[in-house]
T-cell receptor, first 114, second 116 residues
């Protein structure tokens, strides 16, 4: 069965520190991969996506993610976290070619300390 | 581009009542999706439409749930005889499959349902 795993339920970092959020997927073939962010009471906002090609993808708000086929991973990174980055982050995967039915991980809640 | 909108934003209902939610996708998007998100979990796929055709339904979509997209524009999700386990955030998303589209799903703010 297709699945997406985010091993870290909650991460706390200090403002200005670097961040890495982990995501692993289990799919029959390499899926399309996405990272979304959700602030309280808000819908999901797309940060970045990977379809093919360059395995390091850049997104909005200074985020980047690296696709590693050998590890079935798509980890999200940011070199310097801002207080406004505090939110819940979801990794998602969809079938390549259509990305119609997304499978989401259970999310990682990010707390940023001043 | 006004984004995906959902109405209402919040709904409180008593167990056994029927509820209906509405989603208006981004105007040029031909695909529309419904997801359900419970507390502490990621969204779970319920169903999707391409134009007015409902092409996939999850096993999560019991026979108490029905979704429509009659003219290929807005969609409604109805839950009949609500149960406390239906309490969740119901998210709508849309995307485009037209030439040059990127399959990105854009989400609305959601409708939070509380069944008492």
């Amino acid at each position: 069965a297709q699945s997406v795993t985010q091993p870290d339920i909650h991460i706390t970092v200090s403002e200005g520190a670097s961040l890495e959020l982990r995501c692993n997927y289990s799919y029959g073939a390499t899926p399309y991969l996405f990272w979304y962010v959700q602030s309280p009471g808000q819908g999901l906002q797309l940060l970045l996506k990977y379809f093919s090609g360059d395995t390091l993808v850049q997104g909005i708000k200074g985020f980047e993610a690296e696709f590693k086929r050998s590890q079935s991973s798509f980890n999200l990174r940011k070199p310097s976290v801002h207080w406004s980055d505090a939110a819940e982050y979801f990794c998602a995967a969809g079938l390549s070619g259509s990305a119609r039915q997304l499978t989401f991980g259970s999310g990682t809640q990010l707390t940023v300390l001043p | 581009d006004t984004g995906v909108s959902q109405d209402p934003r919040h709904k409180i209902t008593k167990r056994g009542q029927n509820v209906t939610f509405r989603c208006d996708p981004i105007s040029e998007h031909n695909r529309l999706y419904w997801y359900r998100q419970t507390l502490g979990q990621g969204p779970e796929f319920l169903t999707y439409f391409q134009n007015e055709a409902q092409l996939e339904k999850s096993r999560l979509l019991s026979d108490r749930f029905s979704a429509e997209r009659p003219k290929g524009s807005f969609s409604t999700l109805e839950i009949q005889r609500t149960e406390q386990g239906d309490s969740a955030m119901y998210l709508c998303a849309s995307s485009s499959t037209l030439a040059g589209a990127n399959y990105e799903q854009y989400f609305g703010p959601g409708t939070r349902l509380t069944v008492t």
